[in-house]
């Protein structure tokens, strides 16, 4: 991934942050959002799973019955929605947070694009988990120049399925993942017989922490056991010269947070027609 600092130095983090980022390909970065806007995310992403967000079994495929035993794979469900700015203006903010963006832009500048914002919200007792897999499956990129960003909304710990992350692993760069089942399509995760939870780091974070990683970096997190919902929400930002070639929200041009967006020779204005086939 190329350096986001400039001659000036980083914005947001410390060089050591950028640095452990670089090395381990995930950072924590500690209070981004204060109690005040933590508490109001966190009200409006209420409204928004009770209005808007779908509960489902979660994502499909072999590794449910490696994580889970049978009685506790029928009752795992998780609630999740894509962008939330289109439905809320406390979440309009928090993906242009000047706080959030600075540190984006020491990992990724000078220019960033917004991509996605997506809710995980683990429901009690038996919250979904997640199998072990890079997020390049979902929406793959040309390069790793792409960060996401996990905002909490609650505090974090092992019971409530904290993320986990395989240090160093976004240096292997873009993962053969299992899409297919004999059964037909699945949601694409790392084979859990090489692949394993247990090889990873926790990253326990508090309210208004995000934690951000590498497109490319291994992780996946345990069932929340608690009676409690856990709830996170992903925000997804690249170099907008990442092209995308695959997956979520691919063809659709993103706000820039930061910066400018480049014009290569020849490329059209975005088509006021939706995205270019
Ligand atoms: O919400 C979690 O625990 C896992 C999140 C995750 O895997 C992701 O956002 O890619």
Same mark, same amino acid.
């Given at each position: 991934?190329?350096?986001?600092?400039?001659?000036?130095?980083?914005?947001?983090?410390?060089r050591?942050?950028?640095?452990?980022?670089?090395?381990?390909?995930?950072?924590?970065?500690?209070?981004?959002?204060?109690?005040?806007?933590?508490d109001?995310?966190?009200?409006?992403?209420d409204?928004?799973?009770?209005?808007?967000?779908?509960?489902?079994?979660?994502?499909?495929?072999?590794?449910?019955?490696?994580?889970?035993?049978?009685?506790t794979?029928?009752?795992?469900?998780l609630?999740?929605?894509?962008?939330l700015?289109?439905?809320?203006?406390?979440?309009?903010?928090a $993906?242009?947070? +000047?706080?959030?963006? #600075?540190?984006? *832009?020491?990992?990724?500048?000078?220019n &960033?694009?917004?991509? %996605?914002?997506?809710m995980?919200v683990?429901?009690?007792?038996?919250?979904?988990?997640?199998?072990?897999?890079?997020?390049?499956?979902?929406?793959?990129h040309?390069?790793?120049?792409?960060?996401?960003?996990?905002v909490?909304?609650?505090?974090?710990?092992?019971?409530?399925?904290?993320?986990?992350?395989?240090p160093?692993?976004?240096?292997?760069?873009?993962?053969?993942?299992?899409?297919?089942t004999?059964?037909?399509?699945?949601?694409?995760h790392?084979?859990?017989?090489?692949?394993?939870?247990?090889?990873? $780091?926790?990253? +326990?974070?508090?309210? #208004?922490?995000? *934690?951000?990683?590498?497109?490319?970096? &291994?992780?996946?997190? %345990?069932?929340?056991?608690?009676?409690?919902?856990?709830?996170?929400?992903?925000?997804?930002?690249r170099?907008?010269?990442?092209?995308?070639?695959?997956?979520q929200?691919?063809?659709?041009?993103?706000?820039?947070?930061?910066?400018?967006?480049?014009?290569?020779?020849?490329?059209?204005?975005?088509?006021?027609?939706?995205?270019?086939s």
């Open positions: 991934m190329a350096a986001g600092t400039g001659a000036s130095g980083p914005r947001v983090l410390s050591a942050e950028v640095d452990a980022f670089r090395t381990r390909g995930f950072l924590l970065i500690p209070a981004v959002f204060t109690p005040a806007e933590t109001e995310l966190a009200e409006h992403l409204g928004l799973i009770a209005g808007w967000a779908e509960t489902s079994p979660g994502w499909s495929g072999p590794w449910r019955q490696a994580y889970m035993d049978e009685a794979e029928k009752k795992s469900k609630t999740a929605m894509h962008d700015s289109f439905y809320s203006d406390a979440w309009m903010r $993906v242009t947070n +000047p706080k959030l963006v #600075g540190a984006m *832009v020491d990992l990724l500048g000078p &960033v694009e917004l991509h %996605h914002s997506t995980h683990k429901p009690p007792e038996a919250g979904h988990p997640f199998p072990m897999h890079q997020d390049w499956a979902f929406y793959q040309a390069d790793g120049r792409y960060v996401d960003v996990l909490h909304l609650d505090e974090t710990r092992h019971e409530n399925g904290e993320i986990r992350f395989l160093g692993s976004h240096r292997n760069g873009a993962l053969e993942h299992v899409t297919q004999p059964a037909g399509p699945c949601t694409p790392l084979p859990t017989d090489r692949w394993k939870l247990e090889d990873t $780091v926790a990253v +326990p974070a508090k309210r #208004g922490d995000v *934690v951000c990683f590498c497109i490319h970096t &291994v992780h996946g997190s %345990h069932i929340n056991v608690t009676g409690k919902n856990r709830r996170l929400v992903r925000i997804g930002y170099d907008p010269e990442n092209l995308q070639t695959g997956g929200s691919l063809g659709r041009p993103g706000l820039m947070v930061a910066g400018r967006r480049p014009r290569h020779a020849g490329q059209p204005l975005f088509s006021i027609n939706g995205p270019a």
